[in-house]
């Protein structure tokens, strides 16, 4: 059961729904690559079948708001992962998913906590 739990958290990270919110399609900014990088103690299960120390990356594709689901052990969070408005004139876009919640960087050297986990 927990393996196809895990499956299925992966899964759905991976996808990252499209919502509806979009901006200029013609913008002449080139799209982000957006990194989500597992940064949870070592010692802890894995997030979404992402072990402490890995990225999972991808592209934007389009202009639109992009949200990622995430859990781990008893807790589970959602976040956007991409906001145009916010991130639209970034080439990248990393989130650094930690204990204490999920902090995003466009430049992997100051970290700003956007979100928190939450639990049942």
Same mark, same amino acid.
């Given at each position: 059961?927990?393996?196809?739990?895990?499956?299925?958290?992966?899964?759905?990270?991976?996808?990252?729904?499209?919502?509806?919110?979009?901006?200029?399609?013609?913008?002449?900014?080139?799209?982000?690559?957006?990194?989500?990088?597992?940064?949870?103690?070592?010692?802890?299960?894995?997030?979404?079948?992402?072990?402490?120390?890995?990225?999972?990356?991808?592209?934007?594709?389009?202009?639109? %708001?992009?949200?990622? *689901?995430?859990?781990?052990?008893? $807790?589970?969070?959602?976040?956007? #992962?991409?906001?145009? =408005?916010?991130?639209?004139?970034?080439?990248? %876009?990393?989130?650094? *998913?930690?204990?204490?919640?999920? $902090?995003?960087?466009?430049?992997? #050297?100051?970290?700003? =906590?956007?979100?928190?986990?939450?639990?049942?």
């Amino acid at each position: 059961m927990t393996s196809w739990i895990n499956f299925l958290l992966f899964l759905v990270l991976q996808l990252c729904f499209l919502s509806t919110a979009t901006t200029n399609e013609h913008d002449d900014h080139p799209l982000p690559t957006v990194y989500v990088i597992n940064a949870l103690p070592k010692s802890s299960k894995a997030m979404n079948s992402l072990v402490n120390g890995e990225v999972y990356k991808w592209r934007v594709s389009k202009r639109k %708001l992009h949200y990622c *689901v995430a859990i781990w052990e008893r $807790f589970f969070a959602s976040w956007h #992962a991409f906001q145009p =408005r916010r991130d639209g004139n970034h080439e990248t %876009l990393f989130w650094m *998913v930690e204990e204490d919640g999920f $902090f995003i960087s466009w430049d992997k #050297a100051k970290w700003v =906590r956007k979100y928190r986990w939450e639990t049942e």
